[in-house]
């Protein structure tokens, strides 16, 4: 981790390619979580009616490198940029995942567990505002 590089959190929305099988999903929790766990960046990614929604939280360089893979990233287009800003606190304190079926993690993979419970989603966030609408 870099003491001097600020903390950002950055927010947008986006459209699967393809529909994403419960299998996908894990496999986006999977990789997902253990990258952000070592870089140690919270937020939640929803993903819901083929859409995501995903607020990422961290070091701006770990931000960074992570915006511009998921950028590249082809189970998804239509990407929007909804906000992307220096935090003095964070909102969120793990990093989580939400989709269809995601309660069934718990039963069959335990060690994700951590990645699907006790989603935190503060409701003042823009994410869930822009959500909301
Ligand atoms: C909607 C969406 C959200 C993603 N979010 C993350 C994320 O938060 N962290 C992450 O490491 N990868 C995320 N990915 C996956 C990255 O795009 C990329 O596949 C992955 O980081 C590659 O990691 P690697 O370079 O270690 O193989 C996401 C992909 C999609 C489609």
Request: hydrophobic share 40%; aromatic share 10%; with cysteine.
């Amino acid at each position: 981790m870099n003491k001097n590089s600020p903390l950002i959190s950055l927010c947008y929305t986006s459209n699967t390619t393809e529909e994403i099988s419960f299998l996908g999903s894990l496999r986006l929790l999977a990789h997902s979580f253990l990258n952000n766990q070592k870089y140690n960046i919270t937020g939640l990614l929803i993903y819901k009616n083929n859409q995501f929604a995903q607020v990422i939280e961290g070091d701006e360089d770990a931000i960074e490198r992570i915006w511009s893979k998921i950028q590249r990233d082809t189970r998804h287009k239509d990407i929007q940029l909804l906000s992307k800003e220096p935090i003095v606190h964070r909102s969120f304190t793990k990093w989580s995942m939400l989709f269809p079926e995601s309660d069934k993690v718990v039963e069959y993979f335990p060690d994700m567990v951590e990645a699907v419970k006790d989603l935190e989603m503060p409701v003042n966030h823009p994410l869930f505002k822009i959500l909301a609408k």
